[in-house]
């Protein structure tokens, strides 16, 4: 694509691209930004901002128009790629900035259990419940745990209470 | 196979369910996050009666999936 000015600037170039590769990895994936300062420059401002289409292309028209830019078939390149991409990239950005646990999986199985030597308890269904963790870039840890009924309604009837928040927070206006 | 042998290992109990929605507004790497997500820590007991804390975080569709799944359980349990 754009080759550096000089090669002092290249080194530069190569040197501020390698420590944004962690944050821009994906961009490599492209073939686009070896070597490309400015649209590693570009593809962060566009990540950053999380622009819509109409956003990106205001921004990528007004690069072209300036000194040292981009050029309308670079432009065309970069536009083609965020159309792509841009689900994947923020869902990465997402990730990489919750530093807690995720919830990677959910397994689940219904057990009847009929009999017990220590009571005499007939019928007492179990939820068997394995959660899977993990936080961004680690293995997963697995936690399994055990529910009756009433405990599997109590849970349900807190979940409803959060529905019910996530409602609110989405119908308010920003 | 595998699902069967983690499911008999330790069980733990549900001791206590907290939560919070929360609302992810920027970061060092992307300025502009804006995504909501709900933040769960649970502590549960051993078989020993030892408590741990665990806490994860949930985007809204996995909150979504996490809650529709419950419903399903609760619906198995009851017809069992």
């Not at chain 1, 919750?98 to 009929?114: M, P, Q, T, Y």
């Not at chain 1, 293995?139 to 807190?158: A, R």
Request: aromatic share 8%; proline share 2%; glycine share 4%.
């Amino acid at each position: 694509m754009m080759a550096p000015q000089d090669s002092s600037l290249g080194n530069r170039a190569r040197l501020c691209f390698e420590r944004k590769r962690k944050r821009m990895h994906f961009c490599t994936r492209i073939g686009i930004l070896d070597n490309n300062f400015l649209g590693a420059q570009l593809n962060q401002s566009i990540a950053s901002a999380d622009m819509d289409f109409n956003q990106l292309e205001a921004y990528l028209t007004a690069q072209t128009k300036k000194q040292g830019g981009i050029t309308s078939d670079q432009a065309a390149v970069i536009s083609k790629f965020w159309k792509s991409h841009k689900t994947k990239i923020r869902e990465s950005l997402m990730n990489q900035s919750r530093w807690n646990s995720g919830l990677r999986g959910l397994s689940w199985r219904v057990d009847g259990k009929s009999q017990s030597r220590h009571s005499a308890q007939i019928h007492m269904p179990v939820a068997v419940i394995e959660l899977e963790l993990g936080k961004y870039g680690q293995e997963s840890e697995f936690l399994c745990l055990e529910f009756d009924e009433v405990k599997v309604n109590q849970i349900l009837k807190t979940l409803s209470e959060v529905e019910e928040s996530i409602t609110t927070l989405i119908s308010q206006p920003n | 196979a595998l699902i069967r042998r983690r499911l008999f290992k330790a069980r733990n109990t549900l001791v206590d369910f907290q939560w919070k929605l929360g609302m992810a507004v920027s970061s060092d790497t992307c300025r502009s996050l804006k995504y909501p997500y709900v933040a769960v820590m649970l502590k549960v007991a051993d078989h020993s009666g030892q408590v741990k804390t665990k806490c994860f975080e949930m985007t809204i569709p996995q909150f979504q999936n996490f809650y529709r799944q419950f419903k399903e359980i609760a619906a198995v349990i009851e017809t069992v």
